[in-house]
């Protein structure tokens, strides 16, 4: 699944899609895709406690704290529009 293989930018950055377009979100896939994510917040903001959050009620408009953020992002899934 080649197409699927694509990256992103996500305003902090780049990092695969994949994982997003999972739609089983206690998938290891998805799991391990959501740690990836936290991991590569927390190197591209060093001593930043909060972060737009892209999850699906957030919408990347509000900020929350990155741990939270690895929370809604199980809860809510991350916004399509994140993904081009
Ligand atoms: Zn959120």
């Known amino acids: 699944m ?3 293989e694509v990256v992103v ?3 902090l950055g780049i990092i695969s899609r994949r994982w997003i377009q999972n ?3 206690c998938a290891d896939e998805y799991l391990d895709g959501i740690e990836d994510f936290i991991e590569f917040a927390r190197t591209h903001n060093p001593g930043a406690t909060r972060i737009r959050c892209p999850c699906g009620m957030c919408n990347n408009t509000l900020w929350e704290t990155i741990e939270n953020v690895g929370f809604h992002l199980v809860m809510n899934g991350m916004i399509e529009t994140y993904s081009i």
């Open 9 to 11: 930018i996500v305003g």
């Open 23 to 25: 739609p089983n979100r």
């Open 2 to 4: 080649t197409s699927y």
